[in-house]
C-alpha cells in the first residue's frame, strides 16, 4: 500500500497534468512565454497576500491576491503584446522586475513562520501537498481541461487566424482572453500547490516537448499529458530511490525527457 505521503504527491501531479492541454494550446497562440512571468507574478501576490494575513486580518487569504496578480498580469502582458515585440518585451521585463521586487520587500517585513508560507511558492515539495491544495489543485485542473475540450475549435481559430474568426463572427477577443484568463489560474493554482520550479516544468517543457513529437493537434494535447505525468510518477520514483528533492527530481526527469525528444527530432530532420 502507498504512503499517504506519496499518493497525494502521485494525485497533484496527475491533476497539474490535467492542466498542461492549456499550454499547448498558449504555445500554438505563441504566448508559452508568459507562464514563467505568471509564475513570478505569484510571488509577489503571495508576499503581499501574507503581509495583509499577518498585520491587517488573520482571516484573509492570501491566495486571492496571487489569482489577481496572476490574472492580471496575463491579461495586461498580452495586451501589451499586441502593440508589437518592443512592447512585449518592455511589458516581460518591467512585469518580473516588480513581481520580484514586491516579492522581496514584502517578505522582509515578515516574521520567520510567515516566510515559510511566501517561499512556498517558489519551491514546494509535492510529498507535502495539503489536502487543501490538492481539492484546489484537482478543481482548477479539471476545470481547465474541461474549458480545453469545451472551446477547442474556438481557441484553435484564434490561435491561427483571429482575423478569419472575427469575420467569421466568432468573438476572438472574448475567448482569446479566456485562454489567458485560465492559463493564469492554472498557474496560479499549480504554483500554490507546487511552487515556481515545477509549475514551470510541467506546464512548459511537455507542452514544448510534444510540439517536436507531432504536428497534429489532438496528438499534441495527448502527448503533452503523458510527458507530463511520465515526468511526475519517475521523477517521485527518482527523489525515493535516491533520496533527494522530489521537485527538483521531476524537474531532472523533464528536462532529461525533452533533451532525448529534442534531439531525436534533430537527428531525423537531417
Do not use: W
Not at 53 to 67: A, G, N, R
Not at 91 to 107: E, F, G, W
Amino acid at each position: 500500500m502507498l504512503d499517504p505521503f506519496v499518493l497525494k504527491a502521485i494525485l497533484g501531479l496527475l491533476f497539474a497534468s490535467l492542466s498542461v492541454p492549456i499550454s499547448v494550446i498558449m504555445l500554438l497562440r505563441g504566448s508559452l512565454y508568459i507562464t514563467p512571468e505568471i509564475s513570478h507574478a505569484a510571488l509577489g501576490g503571495a508576499a503581499i497576500g501574507v503581509l495583509i494575513q499577518t498585520f491587517i486580518s488573520s482571516e484573509f487569504d492570501p491566495f486571492l491576491l496571487v489569482l489577481a496578480f496572476c490574472v492580471a498580469t496575463s491579461i495586461l502582458v498580452s495586451y501589451m503584446g499586441k502593440g508589437g515585440q518592443q512592447s512585449l518585451g518592455m511589458m516581460l521585463s518591467v512585469s518580473l522586475a516588480i513581481s520580484v521586487t514586491v516579492y522581496a520587500v514584502a517578505r522582509s517585513y515578515l516574521p520567520a513562520d510567515k516566510r515559510v508560507l511566501v517561499d512556498g511558492y517558489l519551491i514546494s515539495d509535492p510529498l507535502l501537498l495539503s489536502e487543501a491544495s490538492l481539492l484546489s489543485l484537482a478543481a482548477a485542473s479539471a476545470a481547465a481541461a474541461v474549458a480545453t475540450i469545451m472551446f477547442y475549435r474556438e481557441f484553435i481559430y484564434i490561435c491561427f487566424d483571429m482575423e478569419t474568426a472575427e469575420a467569421l463572427g466568432l468573438k476572438a477577443r472574448f475567448y482569446d482572453l479566456l485562454i489567458f484568463s485560465i492559463s493564469a489560474v492554472t498557474v496560479a493554482v499549480v504554483t500554490r500547490a507546487l511552487g515556481v520550479l515545477l509549475s514551470v516544468t510541467l506546464l512548459i517543457i511537455p507542452a514544448a516537448a510534444s510540439r517536436l513529437l507531432t504536428q497534429n493537434i489532438g496528438r499534441m494535447l495527448a502527448a503533452s499529458f503523458i510527458i507530463a505525468v511520465l515526468s511526475g510518477l519517475a521523477g517521485i520514483i527518482l527523489s525515493l530511490f535516491l533520496n533527494i528533492p522530489t521537485s527538483g527530481a521531476i524537474a531532472l526527469v523533464s528536462i532529461m525527457l525533452f533533451s532525448a525528444i529534442y534531439i531525436h527530432h534533430a537527428l531525423s530532420s537531417l
